[in-house]
C-alpha cells in the first residue's frame, strides 16, 4: 500500500520551475563617431568600451559578464573539458628539456620539472665527454650536480597571475646574467642583473623595454632597446653601465619614423654590436665595434621597397636582400667597412622559383633556409662551390635551421616536423655526411603509425592553386561525412608551416580531419605569395580560406554542416571577414585575440604598434585604403544574417590586438545575429596577446574551445 501511494503524493506535487537559459550579456549603446582626415564618419556604439588604463567599472563589469555567460554556457561540457585537457596533458613528458647548444665554453639547455609551470634555465661547463647526448642523459636521470641554474621560472613567478621571461644573455666572460621579466602580459619587459659567481642580483633595474639584449665586449656595458610607453614602439637604443642609475644610461640611437621595428643583436663572428630597424617594406642596419661601440655606421641607407638583413664572419658582410628586384631575396657580399649598396657584390643568385627564408654562417660553409613549392628545405653551399639539400621523406613537413651557436663546427643543426612527426633535431656533418639523431619530441602514448598526412591543391575562385595539409586518423573514409577542423593565418609573410601539434591529436583520435589552408598573405609560396595577400588584395586571404572549405567538403574530406575554423591576431582577422562573407560554410569557429575593427583601430596612431602596419593593411587616412578596408572589416561589415557558432578569446592586457577590438565586435554580432548558434566570448583578466603564462594554463584555455567546437561538430566526446 506504501508504494503506490506515495507514487500518487509525488504525481501531485507542483513541477518544480526549469532552470533558466542562461542569458547573453547586453551592454549599453553609446553612439560615438569616428571621422577619417578626408572627412569620411562612422558611428561606432560601442566605442566606449575601450579604456587603456583597463579600470572602467562599466567595461570591466560587461567584461566579466560575458565570461559568467561562457561559464554558464560551457557547465554541461565541463567533463568533456576536462577529459581533453587530461589527453592533452598526458602527451607531455613533464619533466623533458631542451637541445643543449655550446657557447662560449658552456652548453645552455632549459628544462621542465614534473608538475610545474615555468622552465628552468641552466647551463653546464663544457669538457671531455660533454656534449647534447651526454647532458640530455643526465637531465633524464636527474643529475644535475653539474649543472647552474641561471632562472628558476618557477621561484621567479610564484604568486603572480602572469610572468614571462623574454630574453636573457650572459655577458662574454660568463660571469654575469642580464634578463628581461614580464609580469603583466602586456610586453613591457624590466630588466635585471645577476652575479654567477655569487647569486647576487644587482640593484640595476631598467623599466619599459622590450626583450632584446646584448653585452659589449667589456663585460659590464648592457645594450637595450626602449619602448615608447603609449605606442610600445620599439623607440631608442640606450646602454647601461653596470652599477650606475638607469635614468643616467646613454642615449645610443633613436628611430625618428615609428613605421620602423627596431632590434639589436651581434654578428656571427662577435666582432660588431648590430641596430636593426624595419618597416614592412624597407630595412636599415647599423653596426659598431663590439669591444669599442661607440660609432654605429649605417651598412646601406633604408631605401623604400628594399629590404635586407646582415651577418658578418670571414671578414665580410653576408646580406639576405631584395634589392635589385630580387623579389624571393638573394645573397650578396660586402667588405667589412660597407657603407652602401654600391659595395654589395652578388653571391646567391635570385631565383624566382625558390624563396630565401634565411641562412647561417660557419667556418666552411653556409646553410640556407629556403622555400619552392609550398615547401621548405635546408640548402649547403660549400666553400668549394658545391651544394647539398638536406631529404625529407614525407609529402608534407616543415624543416629549418635549428640553433647553431657557434660557427667553427662541420656539424649543422636542423630541425623536422609533420603533422604526424613530432619535432626532431638531428645533426649532419657537412664534411662526412654522418647524421645524428639528437632528439625527438616526446609524446607519451602517441603512436605516428596510426595517422596519416596528405599534401592537395586547391584552385581558388582566380584560378591560383592553394597548398593545403591534411592529417587525419588512419581508417578515415572519403565519405562526406566527417566533421574538418580547417585552420589558418595569412599575414605579414608568416608562413604556416605543417608541424606536429600534440593537442590536435584529441580531434584525430574522434574521428575529425584537420587542414592548414596556406592562404595568399603567408609566404609559403615566396615573396609574390605575400604580396597578393596584403594591402589592396587582401580580399584573397578571405577568398582562399572558403575555397579551400569548399574543395574540401567536395572532395568528401569533410559533411557540409561539420566544418569548424580557427584563426588567432590577423588569423582571427580572418575569421571575422570570412564569418561576414560565407557563414553558411561553417558550423563553429574560434576566434583568438581578433584583429577585427581595422579601420577604427588603423585610424588611431596612438594604439600599439598601429603605425608599423600601414604597408601590411594600408593608412586608411588615404581614401583608396579607408574604402578598400572598409569593405572587409569584420566589426564594421556585422549584418542581419545567422552566424555560425563563435568563440571569441582575448586577454585584457594585450598590446598587439586591444581588448576592445573583440569585446565591441561580440556586442555588435549580438545586436544583429539572426541565428540562434552561441556566441561565446572569453577574456583572460591577466593575460596578454598569447593568452596565460606557463605551459599547462593554456591548455586549459584550448579544453575549452576545443570541447566548444567539438559539440557544435556533433562530434562523439570519447575518442
Known sequence: MKLPFLLAT?????????????????????????????????????????????????????????????????????PLQERLYGEIVGRIKQDDSSVP??????????????GKDYPVFARRKDGPGVDAISIQAANEAGDFAAEQVLLDVNAMAAGKDYFQIGDYEVTPDNAVLAWAEDDVGRRQYTIRFRNLATGEVYPDTITGVSPNLVWADDNRTLFYVENDPETLLTVRVKKHVLGTPADQDELVYEEEDDSFYMGIGRTRDDRFITIEVESTVSSEL????????????VLAPRQRDVEYDADHHGGRWVIRTNADGATN????????????????????????EVFIEEYELFDGFTAVG????????????????????????????????STNAEPDTPWLRYGYTSLTTPATTYELNVLTGERRLLKQQPVPGYDPSQ?????????????????????????????????????????????????????????????????????????????????????????????????VTRALVAQGYAAPGRVAAMGGSAGGLLMGAVANQAPQDYRAMVALVPFVD????????????????????????????????????PYDNVSAQAYPALFVGTGLWDSQVQYWEPAKWVAKLRDLNTGSAPILFRTNMDAGHGGKSGRF??????????????DQLGVASEP
Open 10 to 78: 509525488l504525481m501531485t506535487l507542483p513541477t518544480p520551475p526549469a532552470a533558466a537559459a542562461p542569458v547573453p550579456p547586453d551592454v549599453e549603446k553609446r553612439p560615438h563617431v569616428v571621422e577619417a582626415p578626408f572627412g569620411a564618419k562612422r558611428t561606432d556604439d560601442y566605442y566606449w568600451l575601450r579604456d587603456d588604463e583597463r579600470k572602467d567599472p562599466a567595461m570591466l563589469a560587461y567584461l566579466h559578464a560575458e565570461n559568467a555567460y561562457v561559464d554558464a554556457q560551457m557547465a554541461r561540457l565541463k
Open 101 to 114: 647548444f655550446r657557447y662560449h665554453g658552456w652548453w645552455y639547455y632549459s628544462r621542465f620539472e614534473a
Open 286 to 297: 647599423r653596426y659598431a665595434p663590439a669591444a669599442d661601440p661607440r660609432q654605429f655606421t
Open 329 to 352: 631575396f638573394k645573397l650578396v657580399t660586402a667588405p667589412s667597412d660597407a657603407t652602401s649598396r654600391q659595395q654589395w657584390q652578388d653571391w646567391l643568385a635570385h631565383d624566382p
Open 370 to 401: 629556403e622555400r619552392s613549392g609550398g615547401l621548405e628545405r635546408v640548402r649547403i653551399l660549400r666553400a668549394d662551390g658545391s651544394q647539398q639539400y638536406v631529404s625529407a621523406d614525407e609529402p608534407a613537413y616543415s624543416m629549418g635551421l
Open 451 to 547: 595517422y596519416v598526412t596528405e599534401r592537395l591543391w586547391v584552385e581558388a575562385r582566380d584560378g591560383v592553386r592553394i597548398p593545403v595539409s591534411l592529417v587525419y586518423r588512419k581508417g578515415f573514409r572519403k565519405d562526406g561525412s566527417a566533421a574538418l577542423f580547417q585552420y589558418a593565418y595569412g599575414s605579414y609573410g608568416i608562413s604556416t608551416d605543417p608541424g606536429f601539434n600534440s593537442q590536435v591529436v584529441s580531434l584525430l583520435d574522434r574521428g575529425v580531419v584537420y587542414a592548414i589552408a596556406h592562404v595568399r598573405g603567408g609566404q609559403e609560396m615566396g615573396r609574390k605569395w605575400y604580396e597578393d595577400g596584403k594591402l589592396l588584395k587582401k580580399q584573397n586571404t578571405f577568398n582562399d580560406f572558403v575555397d
Open 598 to 633: 581595422v579601420v577604427t583601430t588603423m585610424l588611431d596612431p596612438s594604439i600599439p604598434l598601429t603605425t608599423n602596419e600601414y604597408d601590411e593593411w594600408g593608412n586608411p587616412e588615404q581614401q583608396t585604403y579607408y574604402e578598400y578596408m572598409l569593405k572587409y572589416s
Open 697 to 710: 594554463r593554456r591548455f586549459r584555455e584550448q579544453s575549452e574551445y576545443y570541447a566548444f567546437v567539438l
